[in-house]
């Protein structure tokens, strides 16, 4: 299968699956194929008992192409890596609404009647 064929969506790795366990079996999911099963590239000497998982992981079918230990390999660390990426920019993302929610909360807090609590202070005393 052509590359130009299947998705070139962003797959990343599913709860359960690691950096640690594709390495170890020497598999590596790749993109999505047009028939909707995940293309799992193989090295040689892979352990192919993992494909059942990697389909279970994924919720649907596994396809598979060959590879060399050294492209498997590569694979892994761009697919893990971007995992953790994403994974990190789904926690700064949540961090920075909750600081949004923060600063509106303080703003909502100080502002009575327009007035800081500084200003509020000083006019109070006249």
């Known amino acids: 299968m052509a590359d130009s ?3 070139t969506g962003e797959l990343t790795l599913p709860e359960g699956l690691t950096r640690a366990y594709l390495l170890h079996h020497r598999i590596c999911p790749k993109a999505r194929a047009p028939d909707g099963s995940v293309i799992v590239v193989v090295s040689p000497n892979a352990l192919l008992e ?3 998982d990697i389909g279970y992981a994924y919720r ?3 396809t598979v ?5 050294e492209e498997v390999e590569r694979l892994i660390e761009r697919l893990a890596t971007r995992s953790e990426r994403l994974f990190e920019l ?4 949540v961090s ?7 600063v509106r909360d303080l703003a909502r807090a100080s502002s009575g009647a327009g007035r ?3 200003t509020a ?3 109070d005393r006249r």
């Open 5 to 7: 064929q299947v998705s």
């Open 50 to 52: 993992g494909l059942d």
């Open 65 to 69: 192409q060959e590879a060399s230990d």
């Open 96 to 102: 920075e609404d909750e600081f949004a929610t923060d």
């Open 60 to 62: 649907c079918a596994v």
């Open 116 to 118: 800081t609590p500084t």
């Open 90 to 93: 789904g926690r700064v993302e």
């Open 121 to 123: 202070h000083r006019q």
